[in-house]
């Protein structure tokens, strides 16, 4: 195996002795430095790149692969391989109203949350169609209506970047005032009862989906647990968790990422909580053989400042998930005609550089990378991520001599703009694309 070594001072490259050196373009570059915007001063960036073969094996480039960086979004790739290899690319997540008793009328109806990051006011997956089941059950007036979100230990807001992860999340919900779930400035004025005026809204807003059913509502909203005499009355499921992800990973949806976090440490036996869930997704990544020295993860979106990863710990995940592609039942895929044809899940849930957003689809597809590496004949598959002072893109990248290559390419520690940061990291992915 060829490793390439180098030490970083400044952005300037010095290979270190024996090493091969590094392909012109990338030294160049990495000597270079990113470039300031107009009238800005250059600047100086950690940086850390790895870049592996995934046919060979071969590490072709290790700069500071090993040193520890703040990776922003590219967090998000953690929890959404681990719900990918624990529950399957073909899970749904079910929410679902209970009840007991028989008849047009039911003295107690239950909202019981699966942590659905997808679940929504109206739609397919709904409150809405929720109500619309209840109706076509033949119910005509309830009683009590009780939400169950005990699935979660209980509602919480994150430390750092005060998302709200709760069991019974609505996407789309309006709390009072018009703030959404992801408003991080109006839960920092509701906090700390922010998680109970959150589940009194998501009630008043089945009551509300029940009455425009046709459904009378003659009691009121309360937190509790589903009975164990209590059976389905309506059930709505999220899309397979593939497309779940894709939907989350593709625009990096913070307030959706959480949820997949705390989605990783529900079991038969217990809730999830914020530290259960973080230690499910660091066992997962050490399962796996990811190298989990610098590695520390907050939470599940990245915008926690105290996130760390090295980019041995992302192409170590980029690893696994092109080697293990989870093919539907059936099939029978080399890893690398999966990914040629588009058949690993964890791979299509990812960013896709040059769609360009002419049509909807091509800018779902391409999500954050839509208009990066647009007409630019290469293949680039990966996730984006950028805060203040950091910025990281990591994913899988297709050379012009036809090579699968993963990367990850991680920059923190600058005082200049993202933008800036985003645009070195093109030059940088489009010269390893020619060297290779």
Same mark, same amino acid.
Request: glycine share 14%.
């Given at each position: 195996m060829h490793i390439r070594t180098t030490s970083l001072i400044f952005t300037a490259l010095v290979c270190s002795a024996g090493a091969a050196p590094l392909p012109t373009g990338v030294q160049a570059l990495l000597d270079r430095g990113p470039l300031p915007s107009a009238g800005q001063t250059a600047r100086r960036v950690h940086v850390g790149l790895l870049v592996q073969n995934l046919t060979t094996d071969e590490r072709l480039l290790d700069v500071r692969a090993g040193d520890s960086f703040r990776p922003a979004s590219n967090t998000k790739l953690a929890a959404a391989a681990t719900l990918l290899y624990t529950l399957g690319p073909q899970h749904q997540f079910e929410t679902r109203l209970v009840a007991s008793g028989q008849g047009e009328r039911r003295e107690r109806l239950t909202l019981v949350g699966s942590g659905d990051p997808t679940f929504t006011l109206s739609g397919a997956n709904s409150l809405a169609a929720l109500a619309r089941q209840v109706m076509d059950a033949g119910v005509k007036e309830v009683g009590n209506l009780v939400v169950d979100d005990t699935l979660f230990t209980r509602p919480w807001l994150l430390p750092d970047n005060e998302e709200l992860v709760s069991a019974v999340r609505v996407a789309d919900l309006r709390l009072p005032g018009g703030a959404t779930p992801r408003d991080a400035g109006q839960f920092r004025q509701l906090a700390p009862w922010t998680p109970t005026l959150y589940v009194s809204s998501?009630?008043?807003?089945?009551?509300?989906?029940?009455?425009?059913? @046709?459904?009378?509502v003659t009691g009121r909203v309360t937190r509790g647990r589903a009975g164990q005499d209590e059976a389905n009355v309506a059930t709505v499921r999220s899309a397979p968790l593939s497309e779940v992800l894709a939907r989350v990973l593709k625009p990096s949806d913070n307030a959706a990422a959480e949820q997949l976090l705390a989605l990783t440490a529900v079991s038969a036996t217990g809730a999830s909580s914020p530290a259960l869930? /973080?230690?499910?997704?660091?066992? %997962?990544? @050490?399962?796996?053989g990811v190298n989990r020295a610098g590695v520390l993860l907050v939470d599940g979106s990245g915008l926690s400042r105290n996130d760390r990863l090295t980019p041995n710990a992302v192409v170590s995940l980029l690893r696994f998930a092109f080697r293990t592609p989870l093919l539907a039942s059936g099939e029978v895929l080399t890893p690398l005609d999966a990914f040629r044809t588009h /058949?690993?899940? %964890?791979?299509?849930?990812?960013?896709?550089? @040059?769609?360009?957003?002419?049509?909807?689809?091509?800018?779902?597809?391409?999500?954050?990378?839509?208009? /990066? %590496?647009?007409?630019?004949g290469l293949d680039v598959r990966g996730k984006t991520g950028t805060i203040i002072g950091a910025s990281a893109l990591s994913g899988y990248l297709v050379t012009r001599s036809g090579q699968v290559l993963a990367f990850s390419l991680l920059m923190d520690g600058y005082g200049g703009f993202g933008s800036e940061l985003r645009a070195y990291q093109d030059e940088l992915v489009r010269a390893v694309a020619e060297a290779y």
């Open positions: 998501v009630g008043a807003a089945l009551k509300a989906a029940l009455e425009g059913a @046709g459904v009378k869930a /973080r230690s499910s997704v660091t066992a %997962f990544l @050490g399962a796996i /058949r690993n899940p %964890f791979v299509e849930a990812l960013a896709v550089g @040059g769609t360009g957003t002419a049509t909807r689809e091509a800018a779902l597809n391409g999500g954050t990378l839509a208009t /990066r %590496f647009v007409n630019s």
